[in-house]
């Protein structure tokens, strides 16, 4: 907002002496006292000035925000979500007929039995068949799932932005009021589909492990050791074999990659910088070209390039650590359930079919319980985004705050529709007084003439009369709204046809 510019005041009056400036000003001459230094912060500062801080990672706090949101969609994400868990119970169901059929083939191939092999073939196209529909099924619903649940947040995030005066003082709510369209485009979506993807991911994984833990605890009944000429068996054998190897790699993954999730939040924090840096070159090409800016323009963006850039670097030597981890448990897991079971095969308890269904079945819980170690990398991502989000909607939470305080300026409507002010002071965020004991009354028609070093606050005496800036205390009285008006610093239109 320009500083030269004031509601309509005709008449010019001469600039105030020096020595005026610093003492509060008499009501019959009508000087606003500019700060000529910074001064201390008062003792209720704190008090009054509320921004959001930078915070830690607490999933459950972080997750407890988003079950505020009211928000056109919600009902309309549940539905699709229960959809595609009836889906993939189903899917359950055809991967245990699969393993079966496993069984079956290969006992046949043994056996060297032709027309039950023929006819495992084609329960096998069946079975298949129905797998493909479910698979597509799945696929089709959690896709609709991602592009449903980041227009639900981003809607509720929109709606409470855009209410009055928001835009403006969220700047002034700390680090996570930072870059919103970062946080509403680009976290959200981010948001979106990882919760979709993880989501569906894990209700896949119960349910695989529901499915198959019993019957692996039935297999493992066929599963015996000979010792001294006694058959040992070990009940739930291979069901503790599989927990047992999920769990150490789940172990490993979280000690090796749990740096991956402040760095994934750090890296969305630099992009958002880099490409706000971009915009505003953008933004202002014309500006630059006229100046010459470029070199220092270019400058600044390598730097913030340089910090994206040393970001993504650490990211990716703990993805390469992470690696070893998830990489190697993955191709164990490919021999690890043949290793455990083979005992009993090659001590004749346990036919081929026998050692192929406990080997399925053995791969399936093992991968339903390594799903953490699977999707660490994901999940770092994920809870990333969460935290951004929620720190930003917590942020817009705070503004109320701000709003609503003990003491702020206060706004009233002159009665003879003069500009009056009622021992103002106005304060920035950090609680540092700008404007301090103003009391003054402009009639109709009065010219004033607001003078002050650059930096000393008269933008900001305009932003209070217009009612953007709240931080402070006292009243200003103000002429009818309709009287007034206020040219921003930058010129403003909203897009689209202008209509008379």
């Known amino acids: 907002m320009k500083a030269d510019v004031a509601p309509p005041a005709p008449p010019q009056a001469a600039p105030p002496p020096a ?165 509403i485009q680009e976290d959200t979506r981010l948001l979106g589909d990882y919760t979709a993807d993880l989501g569906c991911g894990i209700v896949y994984s119960l349910l695989q492990l529901m499915a198959f833990v019993g019957m692996l605890w039935t297999l493992s009944a066929q599963v015996t050791f000979q010792v001294a000429g006694y058959d040992i068996a070990i009940p739930g054998y291979m069901v503790w074999c599989a927990l047992a190897y999920a769990l150490t790699g789940s172990a490993l993954t979280w000690i090796v990659g749990r740096p991956l999730i402040a760095l994934n939040g750090e890296r969305y924090a630099r992009e958002a910088e880099f490409r706000f840096a971009l915009v505003r070159v953008n933004e202002s090409g014309e500006s630059i070209a006229l100046h010459g800016g470029e070199t220092d323009e270019r400058r600044h963006l390598e730097t913030e390039l340089a910090a994206v850039v040393d ?61 953490f170690v699977d999707n660490f990398s994901r999940l770092a991502d994920w809870r990333a985004a969460v935290h951004r989000v929620a720190a930003f909607r917590e942020a817009l939470d705070n503004l109320p705050a701000i709003e609503q305080g003990a003491e702020e300026i206060k706004r009233a409507e002159h009665p003879e529709g003069h500009l009056a002010f009622e021992a103002v ?40 009369v217009a009612g953007l800036w709240p931080w402070g205390s006292g009243t200003i009285l103000t002429p009818p709204p309709k009287t007034m008006s206020f040219l921003p610093q930058r010129p403003y239109l909203p897009l689209g046809p202008l209509r008379a």
């Not at 650590?321 to 998830?326: E, G, P, V």
């Not at 290793?339 to 081929?352: D, E, H, K, M, R």
């Not at 301090?436 to 209070?464: H, M, N, Q, W, Y």
């Open 19 to 183: 020595e005026a400036i610093s003492k509060p000003p008499q009501a019959a001459h009508p000087l606003i006292p500019i700060m000529p230094e910074v001064a201390d912060r008062p003792a209720l500062a704190d008090a009054r000035i509320k921004a959001a801080a930078t915070r830690d990672f607490n999933l459950a706090r972080d997750l407890g925000v988003f079950t505020r949101i009211r928000a056109e969609g919600g009902r309309r994400v549940i539905a699709i979500f229960v959809a595609s868990t009836f889906v993939t119970v189903a899917n359950m169901f055809g991967q245990v007929q699969l393993n079966d059929w496993n069984g079956r083939f290969f006992d046949a191939v043994g056996r060297k039995d032709l027309s039950g092999f023929v006819h495992d073939l084609q329960t096998f196209v069946v079975i298949i068949a129905i797998l493909l529909a479910l698979t597509v099924a799945n696929t089709y619903l959690q896709e609709r799932l991602k592009f449903r649940l980041r227009e639900w947040i981003t809607l509720h995030l929109l709606a409470e932005w855009l209410k009055p005066l928001r835009v403006y003082q969220l700047g002034f709510a700390g680090e996570y009021g930072r870059n919103p369209d970062q946080r």
């Open 311 to 371: 970001t993504m670097r650490r990211i990716s030597t703990s993805l390469a650590r992470l690696t070893w981890i998830t990489s190697g448990i993955g191709w164990l897991s490919l021999v690890v359930p043949i290793l455990v079971a083979a005992p009993a095969y090659f001590g004749g308890n346990l036919t081929l079919g026998g050692l192929i269904m406990v080997a399925g079945a053995f791969t399936q819980v093992q991968l339903a319980l390594r799903w």
């Open 425 to 464: 002071r106005i304060l920035l965020p950090d609680g540092h007084i700008v404007i301090d004991d103003a009391t003054a009354s402009i009639t109709p028609g009065e010219r004033v003439l607001i003078v002050g070093d650059t930096g000393r606050g008269k933008s900001t005496l305009f932003r209070a």
